[in-house]
């Protein structure tokens, strides 16, 4: 049984950012469909989505579905310009030696 490998948080915030990019055309993503893309616990999902809001990289919206309310994301036009920065990066450094 081998050590458990845990991903680099910034592979997590560009797995995130591109749920949410390749989600629609629109850019537009519901919060379970973020958490289901990026493979993340629920709590360990939240904890970098509000790091996301708060840098000003997506922003959130309460909208309703039938009787019930959901919430999406979509990526802010700094959201958009960090993704392909991350994703720049990442293929640079982590493609190359898969990490």
């Known amino acids: 049984m081998g050590v458990a490998k845990y ?3 910034i592979k997590i915030v560009l797995k995130l950012l591109e749920c949410i990019y390749k989600s629609q055309s629109n850019g537009r993503a519901l919060k379970t469909h973020i958490i289901q893309c990026a493979n993340l ?3 360990s999902a939240e904890k970098y989505i509000q790091m996301l809001k708060d840098a000003g990289y997506v922003e959130e919206r309460r ?7 959901v919430i999406e994301y979509e990526l802010t036009p ?5 993704y392909e920065w991350f994703k720049t990066i990442n293929d640079e450094l982590f493609i190359m030696n898969e990490w």
């Open 63 to 69: 909208v309703a579905w039938g009787a019930r309310e």
């Open 41 to 43: 616990k629920t709590t």
């Open 7 to 9: 991903r680099p948080a």
């Open 78 to 82: 700094l959201g958009k310009a960090r």
